[in-house]
């Protein structure tokens, strides 16, 4: 017996995780050994020549699977190996005739074989529950087997391979319904414009269900377009307008004029329905373009060196699909920094409305400005402008003046205090002076000697003529 080699270096990390517990949980090594009657996964390797298969998950569980409904799971078969391999399925238990593997390329066709090359191949394993079922609990086996090869020598390799256990629990019957409600598309389209038709379905079952449509465009009973397609898949009990394209390169060919448009639906067997519409294509730049931009807003709080999140609002008033883009110039500090513009272009249909993200650079802090329009295709709208700040707020310059005020004011409040306390204080008492000699002695007497009046007009020595003559 030879060691497995695994190529772990070519998985990627879950399904290396997934291949070790199969080969710890379910490996049984062997040689010769026929796979059906193994109960778990097994693989041998032949000796002399390397081989190993490895198969993840290590079990299938379908829940509530209805009657009648068609389910898959992805799988996944490793060839260890250095060479391609072949490798063989078949499947046993109750639930084992209801499992086929295929290719998601070709998801309706059974392999009874496939060819891996080394490291991992991704397949399905799509199960159909037959619609007479009871409700109950059903298993089965996924059996992948290497048969020995016989060499031209004469020499056989060993044969090996796995087994994955399948469980199905069958809980209720399939019912498939729904309905094209409604179909509709825009009166008048330009040449070289898509014309869009939406269609509105309603999944009235309770499985999901992919709706394909078919459309049909004529012109005066002349085919011009069609085509099937699917566009969506519908969960149980939805509501969906679907969108089908008859592309613009396809129209910018075609003649002026009325066309008639044919819209049908079905899922598998069932017919959702169809309508029927009319249109008609008119000369290019006929029709009205233009718009609103509703506003601007900032979704986050950047820093300098990230990114400031933008984001303008926008509501086309035009008559046909317009592309629609922000277009502005970006200011820091009042200085020109660059030129902005939306990274894509969003498609409004007339009348809708919506939103573009703009992601805009901020190297340093500052008071930011950005000023803009929406272009609808070509067409422009008002000016809108946002402005907003990254980094702290510079203080303004009133602060020092009123700063400044305010420690005059403090100061003028200690002095006043200060003069206050110093009138409130009562006076120091002066010290005794009765040991002190006068400072400035008497220097006459006490007395003071007042001569007689005297009249003012008279002289001394002189009697007064009246009292002479008297």
Same mark, same amino acid.
């Given at each position: 017996m030879?060691?497995?080699?695994?190529?772990l270096?070519?998985?990627?990390?879950?399904?290396?995780?997934?291949?070790?517990?199969s080969?710890?949980?379910l490996?049984v090594?062997?040689?010769?050994t026929?796979?059906?009657?193994?109960g778990?996964?097994?693989?041998?390797?032949?000796?002399?020549g390397?081989?190993?298969?490895?198969?993840?998950?290590?079990?299938?569980?379908?829940?509530q699977?209805l009657?009648?409904?068609?389910?898959?799971?992805?799988?996944?078969?490793?060839n260890?190996?250095?060479?391609?391999?072949?490798?063989?399925?078949?499947?046993?238990?109750?639930?084992?005739?209801?499992?086929?593997?295929?290719?998601?390329?070709?998801?309706?066709?059974?392999?009874?074989?496939?060819?891996?090359?080394?490291?991992?191949?991704?397949?399905?394993?799509?199960?159909?529950?037959?619609?007479?079922?009871?409700?109950?609990?059903?298993?089965?086996?996924?059996?992948?087997?290497?048969?020995?090869?016989?060499?031209?020598?004469?020499?056989?390799?060993?044969?090996?391979?796995?087994?994955?256990?399948v469980?199905?629990?069958?809980?209720?019957?399939?019912?498939?319904?729904?309905?094209?409600?409604?179909?509709?598309?825009?009166?008048?389209?330009?040449?070289?414009?898509?014309?869009?038709?939406?269609?509105?379905?309603?999944d009235?079952?309770?499985?999901?269900?992919?709706?394909?449509?078919?459309?049909?465009?004529?012109?005066?009973?002349?085919?011009?377009?069609?085509?099937?397609?699917?566009?969506?898949?519908?969960?149980?009990?939805?509501?969906?307008?679907?969108?089908?394209?008859?592309?613009?390169?396809?129209?910018?060919?075609?003649?002026?004029?009325? &066309?008639? @448009? /044919? !819209?049908? %639906? $079905?899922? =598998? #067997?069932?017919? *959702?329905?169809?309508?029927?519409?009319? +249109?008609?294509?008119?000369?290019?730049?006929?029709?009205?373009?233009?718009?609103?931009l509703?506003?601007?807003?900032?979704?986050?709080?950047?820093?300098?060196? &990230?990114? @400031? /999140? !933008?984001? %303008? $609002?926008? =509501? #086309?008033?035009? *008559?046909?699909?317009?592309?629609?883009? +922000?277009?502005g110039?970006?200011?820091?500090?009042?200085?020109?920094?660059q030129?902005?513009?939306?990274?894509?272009?969003?498609?409004?249909?007339?009348?809708?409305?919506?939103?573009?993200?703009?992601?805009?650079?901020?190297?340093?802090?500052?008071?930011?400005?950005?000023?803009?329009?929406?272009?609808?295709?070509?067409?422009?709208?008002?000016?809108e402008?946002?402005?907003?700040?990254?980094g702290?707020?510079?203080?303004?310059?009133?602060?020092?003046?009123?700063?400044?005020?305010?420690?005059?004011?403090?100061?003028?409040?200690l002095?006043?205090?200060?003069?206050?306390?110093?009138?409130?204080?009562p006076?120091?008492?002066l010290?005794?002076?009765?040991?002190?000699?006068?400072?400035?002695?008497?220097?006459?007497?006490?007395?003071?000697?007042?001569?007689?009046?005297?009249?003012?007009?008279?002289?001394p020595?002189?009697?007064?003529?009246?009292?002479?003559?008297?």
């Amino acid at each position: 017996m030879t060691r497995t080699n695994l190529k772990l270096d070519a998985l990627s990390l879950a399904k290396r995780a997934r291949l070790v517990m199969s080969a710890l949980m379910l490996t049984v090594v062997g040689a010769g050994t026929s796979l059906l009657g193994v109960g778990g996964a097994s693989a041998t390797t032949p000796s002399g020549g390397g081989g190993s298969l490895g198969l993840f998950p290590t079990k299938v569980s379908y829940s509530q699977a209805l009657r009648g409904g068609s389910y898959t799971e992805t799988i996944g078969l490793i060839n260890g190996g250095s060479t391609p391999k072949t490798f063989y399925f078949a499947s046993d238990g109750r639930a084992g005739a209801w499992l086929s593997v295929v290719r998601s390329s070709a998801p309706t066709k059974a392999l009874r074989s496939v060819l891996a090359d080394p490291g991992d191949t991704d397949l399905l394993l799509r199960l159909r529950v037959p619609a007479t079922l009871s409700n109950g609990t059903y298993q089965g086996r996924l059996v992948v087997e290497a048969p020995p090869v016989k060499a031209a020598n004469g020499t056989s390799s060993v044969g090996f391979g796995a087994v994955v256990p399948v469980t199905v629990h069958v809980t209720g019957t399939q019912i498939l319904a729904g309905r094209l409600l409604d179909a509709y598309t825009y009166p008048k389209v330009e040449v070289g414009s898509p014309v869009t038709v939406f269609a509105r379905v309603h999944d009235a079952g309770n499985v999901a269900i992919t709706p394909v449509f078919h459309l049909l465009i004529t012109k005066a009973k002349a085919v011009v377009f069609n085509r099937t397609t699917s566009a969506g898949t519908l969960q149980p009990s939805g509501l969906r307008v679907l969108q089908l394209d008859w592309p613009g390169n396809d129209t910018e060919t075609q003649t002026l004029g009325v &066309y008639h @448009a /044919e !819209l049908s %639906a $079905s899922f =598998r #067997s069932v017919n *959702l329905g169809s309508k029927s519409m009319s +249109f008609r294509l008119v000369p290019y730049g006929s029709l009205h373009r233009g718009g609103k931009l509703l506003g601007l807003k900032l979704l986050n709080h950047p820093s300098a060196g &990230y990114s @400031a /999140e !933008l984001q %303008a $609002s926008v =509501r #086309s008033s035009g *008559l046909l699909p317009q592309e629609t883009t +922000f277009v502005g110039q970006l200011y820091r500090n009042g200085a020109l920094v660059q030129g902005v513009k939306s990274l894509a272009p969003v498609l409004l249909q007339p009348s809708q409305s919506g939103v573009i993200n703009i992601p805009v650079p901020v190297a340093k802090d500052g008071l930011y400005r950005i000023t803009g329009v929406a272009t609808f295709d070509g067409a422009q709208s008002k000016t809108e402008t946002l402005t907003f700040r990254v980094g702290p707020a510079p203080l303004p310059l009133l602060y020092p003046f009123a700063g400044g005020a305010a420690v005059l004011v403090l100061f003028g409040l200690l002095v006043l205090f200060a003069l206050r306390r110093r009138r409130r204080r009562p006076p120091a008492a002066l010290p005794p002076t009765r040991h002190l000699p006068p400072r400035y002695p008497a220097t006459h007497p006490r007395t003071l000697h007042v001569p007689p009046r005297t009249p003012a007009a008279s002289v001394p020595g002189r009697q007064h003529t009246r009292q002479r003559r008297g």
